[in-house]
């Protein structure tokens, strides 16, 4: 499975993003897409994820600023982030996983500053 993420970049403190992960190869139909983020000096962390049949699942601190959806016929999950803060900057990273296979995508940075 090859992961390709998009839409980075540098905004302002409230300001929004948009970031899209398209999947290509071995999709099952059972999966999970995700985006993770790490940030300088930190781990990798679970930023929000979404499973083939909807259930979300997201972390306490983005939670009502961010949604994550995804579209199974284009094999694509976005992830709209608002109200962004400083301390969302970081690499985000998408994920896919299966029953037995976890791949993950190259990383788009995210800069939150004024």
């Known amino acids: 499975v090859q992961l390709q993420a998009s839409g980075g970049g540098l905004v302002q403190p409230g300001g929004s993003l948009r970031l899209s992960c398209a999947a290509s190869g071995r999709i099952l139909s059972s999966n999970a897409l995700g985006w993770y983020r790490q940030a300088p000096g930190k781990q990798r962390e679970l930023v929000a994820a979404i499973t083939s049949d909807g259930n979300t699942n997201y972390a306490i601190p983005v939670k009502g600023r961010f949604t994550i959806s995804r579209d199974n016929a284009k094999n694509t999950v976005y992830l709209q982030m608002n109200s962004l803060k400083p301390e969302d900057t970081a690499v985000y990273y998408c994920?896919?996983?299966?029953?037995?296979?976890?791949?993950w995508g190259q990383g788009t940075e995210v800069t939150v500053s004024s």
């Open positions: 994920r896919y996983s299966d029953y037995a296979r976890v791949y």
